[in-house]
Each structure stands twice: as structure tokens, then as C-alpha cells.
């Protein structure tokens, strides 16, 4: 890119720390220097059935640390369910969050730092509404998947279930002040969400790379994670004991949301969003369907920035044209997303889409703040239409009368 009329903001304030047990090793420290009295975990009912949260509170309970575990997140968590974590959370007395999880987990540690410091509902936070202030609780982030990213961004995405649709929280003081990226974690991870996380690091990375606001920074960062990922997320994927594998894999992902948390996202995210508010899709399975469809209708627009990925990825493609080494990635993204058995559409879906529910996607897809209008190819309501119906399966009836 050129800089002559360039211009760019960094803001790196997370204290981050990785390394295989590295939970077990500093976490109790880090929360003594704080001078907090009370912790409390933001977590799933599937990370305790697993062991996981026990191996956190475990290390609490040894440094004689007070804490309360908090595990009734769901999967995109919603507006109600952080007004009640709020309850929880006032009721306890705690003044330290843990987000202990995935991408679930972190949205909803975040959404409830600013419920209980902000007056009135936490959707008025929303991007577009009031402004979230610099008066937050002290917030930790130990991510256990191998895909979110949200550890080390700006960004909560929470679900309004009234308005069966996805919102944006966004603010610096949304990201955790000290993050444990501990891949010893996600050893117990099934395969499928392997499948889901990791290919949602995918997407983090190379749409942060294309998109709008980029710099050399989160350029930097986006394709160090595409290279690490590609190498290893099959790896981890096929053989679930490859500890190198899966710290490389689990590194990756939060080099990804560096790299958008500085840089941005783009309509991959903005179609993905109302498939899992509306129809309860993972957020990284439909992001890893969406994503090829989007890079073909990007390609005009970043041509030369998909050649570079390709090209990375397959040096023999150098010798080919820019505008064919970015066709190119195409069909190497759909074989890794294959090779981690990742589907090429939505029609596993029990819902065949009309025009109608596929109208409303596309609505609730361009009003996505902070996704749609970061894209390097602008979109309007039909093209986001175009691209949802060639991944969803059509009513029938409508398409025999059409």
C-alpha cells in the first residue's frame, strides 16, 4: 500500500501472555498484583462437564483467591442473557471478570463489563448508540478454542433476540487488560469445533488483510496468521495430540484478531452474523461456507492483495498472472476448508430460504456496523442477496416459478 497520504492508529494495551500451562503458572499472580477481592468467571456448562474450568479454579483456589463461576453462556449469547449475568454478577459482589471460553464466552464477558458499569440496557451501547466510557471492570480473557480472536479486540457481538439480529458493542475499553493464551486449554476441544474456530481465524485473517482500513501493521499480522494456519489447522484438525500443531493454530488466532481488531472485517461477517442470529448457524461455520463465495465477488477489488495469499501459499504461483494467482485462491481455500470437513454450503440447513427470508438476511447484513462498510468492494442489497442464495438452499416451489 502506499503511504505517502496514509495514515494509521495503533492502540496495544493488552498484557499478553502465551505458552503451554502458562495459566497455571502466573494467572493467580497477575490477579494478586491487582489488588482485586473477588473473581468472577464468565463461562459454559461444556467447559465444565470438560475439566477446563476446574483447571482454572483450581489455581484460585490454591492462591486462596475468591471467585464465583458464572456458567449459563450460550452460544451467541444474548442481550437478556447479560442483563441476568449482571444480577449474578452484582449479587456476588465480584470487581474482576474472567472470560473463560470461546468467542461466546468473551462477547459476553465484555456486553456485562459494560452492564454493570452503564446505566439502562446494554444494547443502547450498541455502535451507532451511547458511548461505552473508560469505567469497566478489570477484565481478563483465557480463550479455549482455537478461533475467536476476541481476546485481544474491541469488539462484543451480542444477539438481540427480540430483533432476531446481531449487535455490535465497540470500544478500546472493550479489550481485556491481561489475556493467557495457553494452548494446553484446547487440548479437549472436539474436532468439529476445531473445524469451526479454526477456520474462523482463517476468515479473521484474510479479511482483515483486504479490507478497507488496513495498514502494514495488521498486513504484518493477517498474513503471518494465514501462514501459520494453513501449515497447522489441518494438523491439529487430523491428529488432536500434535501439541505443536496446536499451539501454532491456537497463536494464530489471536494474531487474526489483532490484525481485525486494528484493521477491520468485511461482508463475510456481515452475512454470517444474521445467519447465526436467525438461524442459530456457528459463527465460524458460517463465516468458512460464506468465505470463498465473498473472495470471488471481491476479486476486482483486491486482486493484487489475494495474489500475494496465493502466492504465499503456492509459490509456483508466481509465475502465473496477478489476476490468475487470485482466482487461484479459491479453490485452495475450498480444499483446506474440505480438508477439515468444513460444508460447502448451507443446505445441511432443516429450512429451504425464500426470497423473503433471504431479503431479510441481506437487510440484517448491510446494517452490520463495523463489517460492511470495511470491505474493499462495495456492496449493495443485491449483491449480498446474490451471494446468500448461492450458498442457501432455495424453497423449491419459488424456484421452479422463478
Not at 39 to 63: H, P, Y
Not at 312 to 322: A, E, F, K
Not at 331 to 338: D, I, S
Not at 359 to 380: C, F, S
Amino acid at each position: 500500500m502506499s503511504l505517502l497520504n496514509a495514515s494509521f492508529h495503533l492502540n496495544l494495551q493488552t498484557d499478553l501472555k502465551f505458552g503451554y500451562e502458562v495459566v497455571q503458572q502466573e494467572l493467580s499472580d497477575k490477579i494478586k498484583a491487582t489488588g482485586k477481592k473477588k473473581v468472577f468467571v464468565c463461562t459454559d456448562k461444556g467447559l465444565i462437564s470438560s475439566g477446563v474450568v476446574e483447571k482454572v479454579t483450581q489455581v484460585l483456589e490454591d492462591a486462596s483467591i475468591e471467585y464465583a463461576v458464572y456458567a449459563e453462556i450460550e452460544p451467541n449469547p444474548s442481550a437478556h442473557s447479560v442483563m441476568e449475568g449482571m444480577k449474578s454478577f452484582q449479587l456476588e459482589g465480584a470487581d474482576l471478570i474472567i472470560a473463560l471460553g470461546g468467542g461466546s464466552s468473551m462477547d459476553f464477558a465484555k456486553a456485562l463489563a459494560v452492564a454493570v458499569t452503564h446505566p439502562g440496557h446494554v444494547l443502547e451501547y450498541a455502535l451507532g448508540g451511547k458511548p461505552i466510557e473508560d469505567k469497566l471492570p478489570l477484565l481478563f480473557a483465557i480463550p479455549t478454542t482455537v478461533g475467536t480472536g476476541s481476546e485481544v479486540t474491541i469488539a462484543s457481538v451480542i444477539t438481540d433476540s427480540d430483533g432476531g439480529r446481531k449487535l455490535v458493542l465497540g470500544s478500546p475499553y472493550l479489550v481485556p487488560k491481561v489475556v493467557f493464551v495457553d494452548p494446553a486449554l484446547t487440548l479437549g476441544l472436539p474436532r468439529k469445533h476445531v473445524a469451526a474456530t479454526g477456520a474462523d481465524a482463517l476468515v479473521h485473517a484474510i479479511e482483515s488483510y483486504v479490507s478497507l482500513p488496513a495498514n502494514p501493521f495488521t498486513d504484518a499480522l493477517a498474513l503471518q496468521a494465514i501462514r501459520m494456519l494453513w501449515t497447522y489447522l489441518p494438523q491439529t484438525y487430523a491428529h488432536a495430540d500434535n501439541l505443536e500443531a496446536r499451539g501454532q493454530v491456537h497463536l494464530a488466532s489471536t494474531l487474526a484478531g489483532m490484525s481485525f481488531s486494528l484493521g477491520g472485517l468485511g461482508i463475510v461477517h456481515s452475512l454470517s452474523h444474521p445467519m447465526s442470529a436467525r438461524y442459530g448457524v456457528p459463527h465460524g461455520l458460517a463465516n468458512a461456507v460464506i468465505l470463498p463465495k465473498v473472495i470471488a465477488y471481491n476479486l476486482p477489488a483486491s486482486t493484487e492483495k489475494y495474489a500475494t495469499i496465493a502466492r504465499m501459499i503456492d509459490p509456483s504461483l508466481h509465475s502465473v498472472s496477478m489476476q490468475q494467482a487470485a482466482k487461484t485462491l479459491i479453490p485452495l481455500v475450498e480444499e483446506l476448508m474440505h480438508s477439515i470437513d468444513i460444508p460447502q454450503d448451507f443446505s445441511h440447513l432443516d429450512h429451504h430460504f425464500t426470497d423473503e427470508d433471504i431479503a431479510q438476511l441481506a437487510k440484517d447484513a448491510m446494517n452490520d456496523h463495523g463489517t460492511v462498510h470495511y470491505n474493499p468492494r462495495k456492496a449493495v442489497k443485491e449483491d449480498i442477496e446474490a451471494i446468500y442464495k448461492k450458498v442457501l438452499p432455495v424453497n423449491i416451489d419459488e424456484k421452479i416459478y422463478h
